[in-house]
């Protein structure tokens, strides 16, 4: 008896919301009303057999759960349910606001690090640095824990203590640190400098509340150092607020200049973003770098300087998301986050990918057969097409790297060797001029090869796939000599591949050893002379007769 009373105590709430339900859809018309009626009834009459008769107990928040998430993502990847639990990772996610200490923590082979201390918040100030294993959190251990438990368990309000058990890399004894946790507030530009003595450069990796702010302080600031031509990086950034991309743009273009406009079924709800601000500089040679997961609100700011002329975008195809969300209140202090309009460009074309539901490993959308686009003009006449991101004017191959350098990568093996480094190396040289020697890589050479990792190229992969079609198909026996020569000749060498490879290798475990010193800013100066997207930027502003052709439609 108290088992069905238990059950029937779950069933209640389904059936209060079934009627809430029912009583929406009476004000939908005839045809509508009635499927609407009858599959909410179906619903609620399923959900009642399965909750009465099913073998085991059924959870009704984790199946109605389940039901809603799978309802939404039948409509697209962007229109969520956001639980009350849930709640406060998304006010983090839209604000980059947070109490805590400070610093991203993430797993390596199984053990908690430190991975990047943000600088002038507590744990930097408490001297954490990269590499610092955590092993308790306010005397719990944390071994088992996931990262999101422990950042969980790491986060709080502001002013509250929490106490950490580190064992740092080199020391046999661990010891025990209390920080004060901080209102956190990720900056939307973690880094802004000179590339070179006329260009200056700066990294956009959010548009959180102030992003145009800190878009404009930063352009300003490098002029005031002799930037004459600027780099706005983009890629990689996932979008955010509408608004900031309003005001990002609104750095480079005229105020009262249309930046985007969205439509959606609420036609009340349509409406046309002007730039509302006195810009910071409409002349200065811009270049835009966008990757393919450039999306949403990055999209509008690169769509904006190209259809106005106003720059040069360099790099790869963008993302592709070009569908507004907006957040409605749910009852129980829940929220759905949904799709309500797509955006477009002030040209009047719509990026959203036609088919953002499949896409390529990388992110991006492939090739968007022709007979699909729609061609728009520029402000000077040129060409662009709708359909599946923003097309740079100047594209960039995407540079991959290795197997084994993804090996050495996903090993942690180049993580732990910088943290070798800089426990025999004291200080090194700046960022911008910090290179390893060839004396250097070969020590790093010969420790690598004393430790266990392995991989496998495509080419040998491909072959493993044929010989099995091969047996598959009784060819084997006929092709097993020419199929055995080519293993033998496409058969990865550990040591030869380290040299085959070294530039490649040699970049990332440079990148990793300046961080130990310099952070997040040293990680973005080192890649300066190896960044093809950087390079080919720094090659166009310094082509002033380039630049000016390629912007003019000619």
């Not at 930097?124 to 944390?142: A, P, Q, S």
């Not at 020391?171 to 400098?193: A, S």
């Not at 985007?260 to 046309?272: A, L």
């Not at 730039?275 to 835009?288: F, K, M, Q, R, S």
């Amino acid at each position: 008896m108290t088992r069905i009373g238990k059950k029937k105590k779950f069933i209640l709430p389904g059936i209060f919301v079934f009627g809430v339900l029912i009583f929406i859809a009476a004000a939908m018309p005839g045809d509508r009303y009635f499927e609407i009626q009858k599959n909410l009834d179906i619903f609620a009459t399923l959900y009642k057999e399965v909750n009465t008769y099913y073998v085991d107990d059924v959870n009704p928040n984790k199946v109605i759960r389940t039901g809603i998430e799978a309802m939404l993502q039948n409509l697209d990847p962007y229109t969520n349910y956001i639980p009350e639990d849930d709640i406060e990772d998304y006010r983090t996610m839209t604000t980059n606001q947070y109490g805590g200490i400070g610093a991203l923590v993430g797993k390596r082979n199984g053990r908690s690090l430190i991975i990047m201390p943000y600088e002038g918040f507590p744990a930097h100030r408490n001297g954490l640095i990269i590499g610092d294993e955590i092993l308790k959190i306010d005397g719990i251990e944390v071994a088992n824990k996931t990262s999101t438990e422990i950042s969980r368990l790491l986060k709080g309000q502001a002013n509250t203590k929490v106490n950490l058990t580190i064992l740092r890399f080199g020391n046999e004894k661990e010891f025990d640190l209390e920080i004060k946790r901080e209102k956190i507030t990720i900056d939307n530009v973690p880094y802004f400098g000179m590339v070179s003595d006329d260009i200056g450069y700066l990294k956009l990796q959010d548009f959180t509340t102030d992003a145009g702010k800190e878009v404009k302080n930063a352009v300003v600031e490098l002029k005031s150092k002799g930037a004459k031509k600027i780099i706005l990086d983009l890629r990689d950034n996932p979008g955010g607020l509408l608004s900031e991309a309003v005001n990002v743009s609104n750095v480079f273009v005229p105020k009262g200049s249309e930046v985007v406009t969205t439509k959606g079924k609420v036609t009340d709800w349509n409406k046309s973003y002007k730039a509302l601000n006195n810009p910071v500089d409409t002349e200065i040679p811009l270049v835009v770098i966008t990757s393919s997961r450039s999306a949403s609100a990055s999209e509008i700011v690169a769509g904006v300087i190209q259809d106005y002329d106003r720059g040069v975008l360099v790099g790869q195809r963008s993302f592709g998301k070009g569908l507004v969300q907006a957040t409605r209140p749910l009852s129980y202090n829940s929220q759905l986050k949904v799709t309500t309009a797509k955006y477009y460009t002030p040209s009047g074309r719509c990026i959203q990918a036609i088919d953002y539901s499949h896409r390529n490993a990388d992110g991006s959308v492939g090739k968007i057969p022709d007979s699909l686009k729609v061609a728009f003009s520029t402000k000077n006449g040129r060409v662009v097409y709708d359909g599946g991101g923003i097309a740079p004017d100047i594209p960039v191959e995407r540079s991959y790297l290795a197997p084994i350098t993804l090996s050495l990568v996903n090993k942690s093996l180049l993580f732990e060797y910088a943290n070798i480094y800089r426990l025999e190396n004291e200080e090194i040289t700046s960022a911008k001029e910090f290179s390893l020697t060839d004396a250097e890589y070969d020590k790093f050479v010969k420790w690598v090869n004393t430790k266990d990792y392995d991989y496998t190229t495509k080419v040998e992969s491909t072959l493993e796939e044929l010989k099995k079609v091969a047996e598959k198909e009784k060819y084997y026996n006929a092709i097993e000599d020419q199929l055995k020569e080519l293993q033998k000749k496409v058969s990865h060498n550990k040591e030869s591949e380290l040299l085959k490879f070294k530039n490649q290798i040699k970049f990332m475990l440079e990148e990793e050893i300046v961080s130990r010193y310099y952070l997040q800013a040293g990680i973005v100066e080192a890649s300066f002379d190896y960044d093809p997207d950087i390079t080919e930027s720094i090659k166009i502003l310094n082509n002033t007769a380039k630049y000016q052709k390629l912007l003019s439609g000619n």
